[in-house]
């Protein structure tokens, strides 16, 4: 725990100007963010007496070893700066919000000769019109679904697209009537971008004149006594209504805004969103985030605002709705004008039909919060108690703000992996997990597995901290390479193993915590916490000792270090499974250097088996395409040193030519017979 004291800046160092500031830890990474209006009074409120602060701004503070900012010339330049470096660096002490996703967006690509109609997501293209976001994609089709009666525009891929048109018969949508089919000519190209740019009217919410125009043509078609195509034309409009229920009118024709709502407590906020689009709502969204900085209401808002339409993948409509303006609002509401390229009404709602879908939101708000507290496993309390109770059992000197846990897994001794979990603050870190394939040795030997990948992970570390001069790198050894480099960016980025953890957890027991001590000793470490985690009686074990620490089942900090365990098991059987399923597939041809599938696909269509293969000279190979005479002398010289199977086959009709069955794959033994070994 640092003395803000130590690296507070001088008051005449800290200018005036508007900027933004970073803190550091020890060990150089960045961990808090922040902006200012004015840098000097901002930064020193952050070094008064520690008993003054926020609980949040002082664990903060205390973590931090350094200070730095960067003036800027403008309140909005420092508000796109904040959101910059805060997704560059990722700050634990920032708000962040776990449901960052991309939501699906109903797209039509009107740039194209024959648009399409499908589900998108991500950034927006040019020449495409979006509907949305919804929440969920099966919403789109179902809507799709119901207006493909009225608007048959084409929904299928280019490639089905092509093939149609190649063999003159669409697909089965064609054929029912909920598309045009304009791959064979039904209707053309202007035609069916007429019928397109009616799609979008309509999801625009201009459906007035649409209903009009068909209950016209229905009354038309029954007076003219042609009943099947008023009852077609009847069928039609009930499509379109339903399709219309789906997405109320709320406000006014022609009204486009993002209405915005927080729930909020002293540990966690909810925030929903409501796009409304034509005077619809087109699609809902929302967040939760740990509130980990100290942040009032306004503070919140400025946040989400950012995480909304930071990445410009999200347009921004004329009216923001909020429930409380950012404090000042002027620069965000100049950042808006500026992404959207025009006027943007940033208010809070008083009165009237838009207060009332605002009061809705917030309930949506609310029944978030509720839902995520019911499901979370513990929150922010229960965390910094299952900590504490960590660091209580273990004697450690402060909690285990990061805790690592590396698991072996194999089966029989075949394809022996390991994994590598990294939960901060109790909360799974899954960017920072690492799988390491043990390189050493063959066979099975937990302990002496645990051993080369614990060296392996520190000796990492360690050479990174060269970099900054701050380590000496020990000796490479004979027990196998570092894992490869990650990036080595400086100013906080993250890297590989650029970070020591404060707790190291093994899944196992005595001779496990041994093995890892070992490893620790022979590279010189010893600030790191160790302990191991055996599966029979839950029994926590530590170097050095006799008998094991007894954790209380009903603790939280046994609950934390079994989550922290069971999720390296996970992550170490999905490993291993994927290397046996490769290894079980595995063909003859598979292991030859510098041959890929499609040469592999040429040479067994070209000689239709492998005992084929094994008997042609070196011309005749060459004689296949993209067989070069150096590839040639390669598959020649790997299948005469291998032993042939006892049946050939022909691979493209399944015929067997002789007494030998020889596909160019392997079986290699049954899968899943033997039990695996976590």
Known sequence: MADPSTYRPAPGEIPVSPGVYKFRDAHGRVIYVGKAKSLRPRL????????????????????????????????VEALQLEYSWIKEFD????????????????????????????????????????FGPYGHAWAI???????????????????????????????????IGKCAAPCVGKVSAAEHQALAEEFCEFMAGRTGGFLRRLE???????????????????????????????????????????????????LEAAVQIFHVRGGRVRGQRGWVTDKV????TPALVE???????????????????????????????????????????????????????????????????????????????????ALQEIADALELDSVPLRIECFDISHLQGEDVVASMVVFEDGLARKSEYRRFQIKSFAGQDDVRSMHEVITRRFR????????????????????????PTGPTEENGRPRRFAYPPQLLVVDGGQPQVAAARRALDELGIDDVALCGLAKRLEEVWLPGQDDPVVLPRTSEGLYLLQRVRDEAHRFAIRYQRTKRSKRLTAGELDSVPGLGETRRQALLKHFGSLKRLRAAT?????????????????VAAALSSRTPATFAVNTATGEIIDDSVETGRVDQGPVGAPQETP
């Open 303 to 385: 946040h989400a605002l950012q995480q909304l339409y930071g990445s410009g993948t999200e347009p921004v409509p004329r009216e923001v709705l909020v429930p409380a303006l950012p404090e000042p609002a002027g620069p965000v509401r100049e950042w808006l004008c500026g992404l959207r390229g025009g006027q943007v009404d940033l208010r809070v709602p008083q009165r009237g039909d838009k207060k009332d879908l605002m009061a809705t939101v917030d309930r949506n708000a609310q029944q978030a919060l509720a839902l995520h507290k019911t499901k979370r496993a513990g929150d922010l309390t229960t965390r910094s108690r």
């Open 91 to 130: 700050p634990r002490f920032n708000v962040k919000y776990r449901d960052d996703k991309s939501y699906p967006e109903l797209a039509v690509t009107l740039n194209e000769e024959f648009p399409r109609v499908q589900v998108m997501r991500g950034a927006h293209k040019k020449g495409v019109r979006y």
């Open 44 to 75: 020193s409120s952050y070094f008064q007496e520690i008993a003054n602060l926020h609980p949040r701004t002082a664990t903060m503070v205390t973590t931090a070893a350094s200070v730095e900012w960067t003036v800027v010339a403008t309140e």
């Open 216 to 266: 016209q043509q229905m009354q038309e078609a029954a007076e003219e006594m042609e009943y099947e195509r008023a009852a077609r034309l009847r069928d039609d409009i009930g499509a379109l209504r339903r399709a219309m229920e789906k997405n109320a009118v709320v406000l006014a024709d022609g009204t486009d805004a993002d209405l915005l709502a927080l729930a909020e407590d002293e």
């Open 293 to 296: 900085e100290d942040v009032d």
């Open 460 to 483: 990492r570390y360690l050479q990174e901290r060269e970099q900054t001069g701050e380590w000496a790198v020990p000796e490479a050894d004979d027990e196998g390479p570092a894992e």
């Open 618 to 634: 070196v011309d005749e190979l060459c004689e296949v395409p993209g067989i070069g005479r150096r590839t040639a002398e390669t």
């Open 141 to 175: 089709r179902e809507t799709v679904d119901l207006l493909l009666r009225v608007f048959p525009v084409r929904t299928c891929s280019n490639g089905v697209f092509k093939r149609a048109r190649q063999v003159g018969r669409p697909c089965l949508l064609g054929y």
